[in-house]
């Protein structure tokens, strides 16, 4: 089914990706980042130049301004991810767009926005959020981070961990506790940068996949952060900020599960139309033409999902449930499709020098991160029963 959501400008700004695509995200690159554990500067930098990112950062502060019509951020998420190479640059890039600077460009005091938000979209700066901790994730009123007001600003103690870019990051929005108890004027969000004395950016995880994007835990040891990297310059702001931006992220995973979806039934039909077996291609077996219709059908559907969400999103109605929906459904349609994309290939399917198997390893993150999915259901069954 064809998609309609995309005008002359979002083609043309295809045409631009597909280039950059081509350009710098080699097979090559990717292996160099998979080594690495990280996705280099230079990467970063050139998507910048290239205007694939700093798409959320308003234009007076050199930015795309296009915080709100997801469908550009859509577009570098469906190309980078169909090449078969570009899932960590994707991962990179997300964090920057989605997570890092919306809450500076939504949130933050004019001297916050013009300090950090220049240079996020050029990707001199890069950003990370950091809310999970070691002893709690999804009961993020459980954390311990706690920032003690002083003279002139703040004393940070604490540690997060899993926090995505967080080894490459020169500056990590930070969900910390500025009050007692848990209540959600309890809770601020700070800035804290590289450099400061006591902040450590730990070590970088290993995980089962997305090996070349950073995963880190960090810790802060009496880090001294000054009141003007408060962000909204108001104590006891922080829950309801990452309240506001969670759709957002919910949204952005939505549109990520879609593009892996799309891509896996490319991979997948490209595969069982050139391997043969019994004397024919696998895609001519019954099983298998069944199953890629399930799988056409399945992505179809995603997409016509995803895109009302993305206009709702546009429009400043995608609601916390709506974004929920979203979020747990596209990755649980986005599993199934990796896993039968995955047996159709066969023992191939299994090694990853091939983009299915990669896809496979890299997805299962999406039905734990951006909230769980079981307690995406919890707040879908909030919404539609009424209770709590
Ligand atoms: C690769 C990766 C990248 C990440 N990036 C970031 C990042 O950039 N920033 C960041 O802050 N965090 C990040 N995270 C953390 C992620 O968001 C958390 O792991 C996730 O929210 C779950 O928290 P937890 O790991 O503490 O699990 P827990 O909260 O301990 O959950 C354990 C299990 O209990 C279930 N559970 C918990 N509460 C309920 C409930 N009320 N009802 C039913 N079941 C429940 C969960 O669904 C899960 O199955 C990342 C994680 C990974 C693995």
Not at 44 to 50: G, I, K, R, V, Y
Not at 64 to 88: H, K, W
Not at 181 to 210: C, T, W, Y
Not at 218 to 245: C, K, T, Y
Request: proline share 2%.
């Amino acid at each position: 089914m064809e998609r309609d959501i995309y005008e002359e400008i979002h083609n043309d700004f295809r045409e631009l990706v597909k280039e950059f695509v081509k350009r710098y995200v080699t097979q090559e690159k990717m292996l160099e980042w998979d080594e690495a554990g990280e996705v280099d500067r230079a990467t970063m930098l050139a998507a910048a130049e290239q205007g694939l990112v700093g798409l959320s950062v308003p234009e007076e502060f050199g930015g795309a301004g296009m915080l709100e019509d997801y469908r550009f951020r859509s577009i570098v998420n469906e190309e980078l991810i169909r090449s078969g190479t570009g899932a960590a640059l994707a991962g990179a890039l997300g964090i920057q767009d989605d997570l890092a600077v919306p809450y500076i460009a939504r949130f933050g005091t004019d001297a916050q926005k013009q300090k950090w938000l220049p240079k996020m979209a050029t990707c001199e700066v890069l950003g990370a959020l950091a809310m999970t901790e070691p002893g709690t994730g999804s009961d993020l009123r459980g954390v311990a981070t706690t920032a003690k007001k002083t003279d002139g600003g703040y004393i940070v103690n604490g540690a997060k961990t899993f926090i995505s870019s967080g080894k490459t990051a020169d500056m990590v929005v930070t969900f910390v506790k500025t009050g007692e108890g848990n209540r959600p004027d309890a809770f601020s969000l700070v800035i804290i940068e590289d450099g400061m004395e006591g902040f450590d950016h730990g070590r970088k995880l290993q995980k089962m996949g997305a090996h070349g994007h950073d995963t880190a835990e960090l810790s802060f040891s009496d880090v001294f952060v000054p009141d003007e990297n408060l962000i909204g310059g108001v104590e006891g702001h922080g829950f309801v900020q990452l309240m506001e931006n969670l759709p957002l992220e919910r949204l952005s995973i939505g549109v990520v599960a879609a593009a892996i979806s799309e891509a896996a039934l490319e991979w997948t039909l490209d595969y069982t139309k050139s391997r043969e077996a019994f004397g024919k291609p696998v895609a001519d077996f019954q099983n298998s033409r069944f199953r890629l219709a399930e799988m056409a059908t399945t992505v179809d559907v995603m997409w016509a999902y995803v895109d009302r969400a993305m206009r709702l999103f546009e429009q400043g109605e995608l609601s916390a449930d709506e974004a929920a929906k979203v979020k747990f459904w596209c990755t649980e349609r986005e599993w199934e499709i990796l896993d039968q994309g995955v047996q159709l290939h066969g023992g191939y399917g299994y090694i990853t020098e091939y983009p299915i198997a990669r896809a496979f390893l890299d997805a299962r993150v999406h039905r734990i991160y951006g909230g769980t999915n079981e307690v995406m259901r919890e707040i879908v069954a909030r919404a539609v029963t009424g209770r709590k």
